[in-house]
């Protein structure tokens, strides 16, 4: 008799254990457009840095993350590979859902974990990019043998009720320090909407880069070969492509500053010249002056103290904090309060 070996899966049976569905229409992409409108005719001007992610900003941001300056996705990696047996512990996940999934590189680490305590079921990625998200479920599914993947193709800001329910304890993963693009009002009200998604089960892993040394932090977002300055100047590529602007970005210098009140970075595109650009799809004439700047990114910087005061105005509790021997970066497990 033949010894029994592991049956590879069929390509059929990898296609039945991915479910993929789309949310985004022709009303959604109005976002770029409406955010424009809104940001450009401010009196000081600024975009979101969602728009930074085309195909050029997301290689672009591979490649930052590559610099010796920026710290936070190397960091981040190193305290999942340490603590990912423990979370997999603390929360007998069978479930873990990612807002902002993009390629799941870092998730794999969990995904290991879960997988080697024998609780791995069903992976729930949320991203806009569908050919990323569908790349990504075929992979994840041949790897992980049993593993049914569900990718909700959305923006995590609107479609966050679009996520399936839970199939059992599930941890919600928000890493990278993502959270930090919201400003404290919008950052709250979106944790809230994450609490949504948690019952008593159920936990939110989120990464948060934590305040340090001004110095330290000007230089991870303003390396000396120069990647951020293209990766900021490149959203205005993406108007100029998508809404038919004229922006020249070789009259924009980038600019990344620490504003200690507010502890956290300002990335900013500073007009080397007074010039007026038209945004033909928007019939939107935008003037700069000489010097004038538009905000491209906040970056949000914590304390525990701040994390703890933002996850308790969301109705949710800290369970663990995980950091690295110098302090640069923290993941914070959290669950919802018990008195909520």
């Known amino acids: 008799m033949e010894p029994w070996t592991p049956r590879q899966p069929l390509a059929e049976d990898l296609e039945d254990a991915i479910q993929i569905d789309s949310h985004l229409d022709a009303g959604n992409e109005r976002s770029l457009a409406d955010d424009v409108l809104d940001g450009l005719t401010r009196p000081f001007k600024e975009l979101p840095p969602k728009h930074f992610y085309d195909a050029r900003g997301a290689e672009l941001f591979d490649q930052i993350c590559e610099q010796p300056e920026y710290y936070p996705t190397r960091t981040e990696r190193a305290i999942l590979e340490e603590q990912a047996e423990l979370l997999a512990e603390l929360t007998g996940a069978v479930e873990l859902v990612e807002l902002g999934s993009g390629t799941a590189a870092k ?192 970056s949000a910087k914590f304390t525990p103290g701040r994390l703890e005061g933002d996850l308790s105005a969301a109705g949710l509790e800290l369970v663990r904090w995980l950091t690295d021997p110098e302090a640069l970066f923290a993941l914070s497990l959290s669950r919802v309060r018990s008195d909520q």
């Open 107 to 298: 998730t794999r680490v969990l995904l290991d974990a879960l997988f080697a305590a024998g609780t791995l079921e069903r992976y729930v990625p949320v991203d806009v990019t569908e050919s990323m998200v569908r790349d990504c479920a075929r992979e994840l599914t041949s790897e992980y043998p049993g593993l049914r993947v569900h990718g909700v193709i959305g923006d995590f800001e609107r479609h966050l009720d679009r996520v399936p329910p839970a199939a059992g304890p599930r941890i919600v993963a928000f890493l990278g320090g993502t959270i930090g693009n919201f400003p404290p009002g919008s950052r709250r009200r979106f944790l809230r909407q994450i609490a949504r998604l948690l019952g008593p089960d159920d936990h939110l892993l989120m990464g948060t880069d934590l305040v340090k040394d001004p110095r330290v932090l000007e230089a991870a977002y303003d390396d000396a070969q120069g990647v951020t300055a293209a990766f900021n100047r490149n959203v205005l590529q993406v108007l100029n492509r998508e809404l038919q602007a004229d922006f020249d970005p070789d009259d924009f210098e980038h600019v990344a500053l620490f504003d200690p009140d507010n502890e956290w970075i300002e990335m900013r595109l500073r007009a080397r010249r007074e010039h007026t650009t038209l945004v033909r799809d928007l019939d939107l004439p935008v003037h700069f002056d000489a010097g004038e700047e538009l905000r491209t990114e906040i």
